[in-house]
């Protein structure tokens, strides 16, 4: 079993192998869908991989889950408290994360499942098309109030209710 560390980056991420207390090999890795699956196929499935919580953290840690026993997503702020460095690069940034998570020092976050992040993304589709909806009522309004169209008694834009999928939203007029 190897803990591997990774610095990542935009567009690469600089990896340290850590096996038996030594680091045995380094290598930059760029963070391109097609080539971090191949780097993800050299690694053991019974391979730890650590990483920082960085912009695109989450999909480095949803390309290699499949291919290790886990991906540890660590706290940037509390490793950065833990590993203070007079010299900082990328390859020490790997190499602290790796030793860190071996030595049961690794401040973890929380990662979302597959479920629950696809329920955030229908959550936030919904709650968009919701505020289309409102700023497009909003708009016509605005140009009736503005062509002295006198406010209409019933309900313009059809009933109050309306269904989104499974879920029943009151929007008046």
């Not at 196929?41 to 949803?62: F, P, W, Y």
């Not at 505020?131 to 834009?157: C, D, S, W």
């Amino acid at each position: 079993m190897a803990i591997i560390g990774m610095d990542i980056h935009r567009s690469f991420a600089q990896a340290a192998f850590l096996q038996d207390g030594q680091i045995k090999r380094e290598v930059r890795v760029d963070l391109v869908h097609d080539r971090l699956v191949k780097f993800a196929r050299a690694l053991s499935g019974d391979d730890e991989v650590v990483i920082e919580a960085t912009g695109n953290s989450a999909a480095v840690e949803r390309v290699l889950r499949p291919f290790v026993r886990r991906v540890i997503v660590a706290n940037p702020r509390m490793v950065r408290a833990i590993a203070y460095a007079r010299v900082k690069t990328d390859k020490i940034d790997a190499v602290i994360l790796a030793k860190l998570h071996a030595g049961g020092f690794l401040p973890e976050v929380w990662v979302a499942d597959d479920d629950t992040q696809r329920r955030r993304c229908q959550t936030a589709e919904r709650m968009g098309t919701l505020e289309q909806m409102v700023r497009t009522k909003g708009r016509i309004h605005a140009i009736l109030h503005a062509n002295l169209v006198p406010k209409y008694a019933g309900h313009l834009f059809g009933s109050s209710l309306f269904h989104v999928g499974d879920y029943m939203f009151i929007v008046g007029n």
